[in-house]
């Protein structure tokens, strides 16, 4: 049997190209098949739970992405503007590149499908590391490959069928006209122009400002449980996306035993613990940094500072704060895992990492063991940076979006839409309290807003009140003060409804931004933002802790707070049950670990070496090494911060993020 060749004509590239990229989204569909039939023990709970409309589309934008990628030369040689393509060797070249690309996705494919079993996941780039040091890989291969002769079989019909039904225009077509030599280049540049965008879009995942390129994570929120996520995933996608990201590796600085006698994550409730069910919303403020608050900053220009936060301000006098506060990130993405889940960022993005796919908790999944309803709610378009696919990930049971936002008929819907990013932050939040209202208590809740970011623009209606100050160049002054007054009008409705005097709220940034301050630009500056309880109860009792906290704090001080029951993993410490000298941060930035205790910070190579340690309290602007000054403080500062490292990279890659007796 020949393979189809396509009549002479000046698109018979696209058309070729358009219909082989269509057998490989079948060939990837087959796979997948043979993926779920193979591991339909596992897969089966819970499987007509699925809701397979969202299951294929998530499937298609993988698919989408993975073939992309990796047949991205082949489309080239299809529709490069040359008319030198349309020989007979050219042609077979493009062939036979298309052929063995795509039966190395077909193998990968089906391999996986029994590498699951022992993963529980989709295989990633560090398959490689892993086996680089075995010397009986072939063995093993060669015992699978006996065992599932059967999925070999498929593998061989896949690839012989895809060699049979590659559509091929016919070689060696010539251009004997000047005429047909313009058309010719003119329909091609115009094709090879649509390709690149088109193409661009589907690697990324999406085609709007809102998305960012997909990852592996984002594949949570077209699933239930974790064990369905291998079925929305590919394995090409899943290796060209986890290269380069193997960032958790075992330092081994100690033994398990020394390891969990410096540092220990699982946190242990008393056995006398009695829950106290209060509902607890957290307010994740994009760019909200420390820097913008007068009240933070009594000290700046002698006393005079006012910042741009005349509201948080007046929240910061009724709540529980804290002299030190800082994030565990510098992007939005690292925000939502530390303040929800108590996962720093070291090194790279969780977001972006195969780590991702390890079984996590955090706030919304604890609280929800215990009855509580949770729900997580942004303004952009739904899927957008992938918060959906975290927050379901770590146990929200909603996820509440722009798309929800629109069908709520008191709302503007899409005329509130900022057209850029998201809902304006006024009409969302003014939306997000009013949907705690019809919640059933108690339930957690987190808001992440959006409308002090880049390009920096306030509603119409604000711009001759929240404009740039003369003298001012940093234009996110405006948003700022735009984004108080909208909480200021969201604890004016909140006041009002009755879930109110039942609630803790928490405050805090995902990250800093733009700076004008140079105590705000200095290694440990830049991670300065606010970390606000406020108990409207007055259980919490309002006042400023001189002590240091983290946005990793925040899940293991509420759940104990709550009297919550059972064990779980939290990176960072309980406030309220941490003296004020013992409580720490911890970031990463650039390769370089940051420790802050006490009065010091120390910087820690990722290499395992001390660079530097300084007395932030004194030296705001970290001008003083002290590095080998300090003595016993840096000794034991560098084994805690050891301890810290060791630990994450451990449970990262052994994938113990979440209490279990058995690990």
């Known amino acids: 049997m020949k393979h189809l060749q396509l009549q002479k004509s000046f698109i018979s590239n696209p058309i070729a190209l358009i219909w082989n990229l269509a057998w490989v989204y079948i060939l990837y569909g087959l796979c997948r098949l043979a993926y779920l039939f193979e591991n339909w023990s596992v897969i089966a709970e819970g499987f007509d739970t699925l809701n397979f409309w969202e299951a294929f589309k998530g499937c298609w934008m993988f698919d989408t ?34 052929v063995l690309v795509n039966s190395f996705c077909i193998i990968a494919n089906l391999a996986d499908a029994v590498y699951f079993q022992y993963t529980g996941r989709r295989t990633n780039w560090s398959v490689f590391q892993e086996f680089s040091n075995e010397g009986n890989i072939g063995d093993v291969i060669s015992t699978e490959l006996m065992n599932h002769w059967y999925l070999v079989l498929v593998g061989v019909v896949l690839i012989v069928l895809t060699i049979l039904v590659y559509a091929k225009p016919r070689g060696e077509f010539r251009l004997r006209m000047l005429k047909d030599f313009f058309i010719y280049y003119i329909i091609h540049i115009i094709c090879f122009g649509l390709y690149i965008p088109i193409t661009i879009a589907g690697m990324r995942g999406g085609a709007t400002t809102a998305v960012r390129p997909i990852t592996l994570s984002n594949a949570n929120q077209y699933v239930n449980r974790s064990a369905e996520v291998a079925l929305i995933l590919n394995t090409p996608f899943s290796m060209i996306r986890s290269i380069n990201k193997d960032v958790f590796v075992d330092p081994k600085y100690y033994s398990r035993q020394e390891l969990d006698k410096i540092y220990q994550p699982i946190q242990m409730p008393a056995d006398s613990v009695m829950m106290n069910k209060k509902n607890v919303v957290v307010l994740i403020m994009e760019s909200y940094g ?42 939005s993405i690292d925000g939502m895992p530390s303040i929800l889940s108590s996962i720093p960022r070291f090194i790279e993005p969780f977001f972006l990492t195969p780590a991702a796919l390890n079984k996590v908790s955090g706030l919304a999944g604890e609280l929800g063991k215990v009855g509580y309803e949770s729900a997580f709610f942004h303004g952009a378009e739904n899927g957008s940076m992938g918060f959906e696919a975290f927050a379901k990930a770590t146990g929200y049971k909603k996820y509440i979006g722009r798309t929800e936002y629109k069908k709520d008929k008191r709302f503007n819907g899409d005329k509130d839409f900022d057209g850029m990013w998201a809902i304006w932050d006024e009409e969302f939040l003014q939306f997000y309290a009013l949907q705690m209202s019809e919640m059933k208590e108690p339930f957690i809740t987190s808001v992440f807003t959006a409308s002090s970011h880049h390009p920096y623009v306030v509603p119409e209606r604000y711009r001759d009140i929240y404009n740039d100050e003369p003298g001012d160049k940093n234009t996110i002054h405006k948003c700022i003060r735009y984004v108080d007054n909208a909480l200021r009008l969201f604890f004016e409705t909140a006041q009002k409804q009755p879930w109110y005097n039942n609630t803790i709220f928490i405050l805090t940034a995902d990250h800093t931004n733009t700076s004008s301050r140079a105590e705000y630009q200095t290694d440990l500056g830049v991670f300065g933002v606010p970390i606000i309880i406020f108990d409207p109860s007055g259980d919490i009792q309002p006042g400023r802790r001189h002590c240091i906290a983290q946005q990793i704090d925040m899940m293991p001080t509420m759940l104990n707070y709550l009297g919550y029951p059972n064990p779980y993993v939290a990176f960072g410490c309980d406030l309220f049950n941490t003296p004020d000298s013992l409580t720490w941060a911890v970031n990463n930035t650039e390769g370089i670990y940051q420790y802050v205790k006490g009065d010091y910070v120390l910087q820690f190579t990722d290499n395992g070496h001390a660079k530097a340690v300084y007395n932030y309290k004194k030296d705001w602007f970290l001008k003083k090494n002290l590095l080998g000054k300090t003595g016993k403080t840096e000794k034991q500062m560098e084994r805690e911060l050891k301890a810290i490292i060791q630990s994450y990279m451990e449970r990262m890659v052994e994938d113990r993020l979440t209490f279990d007796k058995k690990k």
């Open 65 to 98: 992405s993975a073939i992309l990628y990796t047949n991205a030369l082949y489309a080239i040689l299809m529709l490069i503007p040359l008319h030198w393509k349309e020989s007979y060797w050219w042609q077979n070249m493009a062939k036979w590149l298309y």
């Open 290 to 331: 420390r820097e913008y608050m007068g009240g933070y900053n009594e000290q700046l220009d002698g006393g005079k500072y006012k910042g741009y936060t005349p509201f948080t301000d007046s929240l910061i006098k009724r709540s529980l704060t804290f002299d030190y506060t800082f994030a565990n990130g510098r992007k």
